[in-house]
């Protein structure tokens, strides 16, 4: 299968905050930034040791082609779960708590959510603003999903036994949401 992914201009900016001594090319620096046309060329060693002050810096990134990625078959080691799994199927509720950036945390807010099983054996489950996939075994379901277009996340339950878990989680906002967390639950089968 060939995929052809065209790169475009990437602008990043990036906020450096750098307090050190001078460097060799601090004066190229000072008077390039001081310019109307601020341009600098650096080579790789040179940016290593640009640490002169604090500032912010635009850089643009352009490829010179396109690229032509190719796939014909990938060797996957795949072991399936010989660990007898729990019945997690049904409905749970519990608490949640998240340490956030770019957000106000949660804390200890009410979560509910449903566990259904899926015919390939792989489970599925809702809350009340997000879906999510994964697989179980023995006590431990590891997830992944989200909120369509608002943010994805990826976890693991760990079951203390068919109706007690603790679920851990980060999760992520879509661009161009620059927020994220890390979460924990605790959660009962109702």
Not at 30 to 49: G, K, N, R, Y
Not at 153 to 176: A, D, H, Q, V, Y
Request: glycine share 8%.
């Amino acid at each position: 299968m060939d995929f052809k992914k065209s790169y475009t201009t990437l602008l990043l900016v990036l906020v450096l905050t750098l307090i050190s001594q001078a460097s060799s090319i601090a004066g190229e620096v000072d008077s390039a930034l001081s310019s109307d046309t601020a341009s600098i060329e650096l080579t790789a060693p040179q940016v290593d040791i640009f640490n002169e002050g604090s500032f912010e810096v635009a850089m643009v990134i352009a490829p010179p082609n396109d690229a032509i990625h190719s796939v014909t078959g990938v060797a996957v080691d795949f072991e399936p779960c010989e660990v007898p799994s729990l019945n997690i199927e049904g409905k749970w509720t519990g608490t949640f708590q998240c340490t956030n950036f770019g957000t106000t945390s949660d804390q200890l807010q009410p979560v509910d959510l449903v566990i259904s099983r899926n015919a390939d054996g792989s489970y599925h489950y809702e809350d009340s603003v997000a879906a999510y996939d994964g697989q179980l075994c023995g006590d431990e379901f590891k997830f992944r999903g989200g909120a369509a277009g608002d943010y994805t996340e990826s976890g693991t339950f760990l079951f203390s036994s068919s109706s007690s878990s603790t679920r851990s989680s980060n999760w992520n906002g879509i661009p161009p949401r620059n927020m994220g967390g890390t979460c924990s639950d605790t959660l009962q089968k109702i």
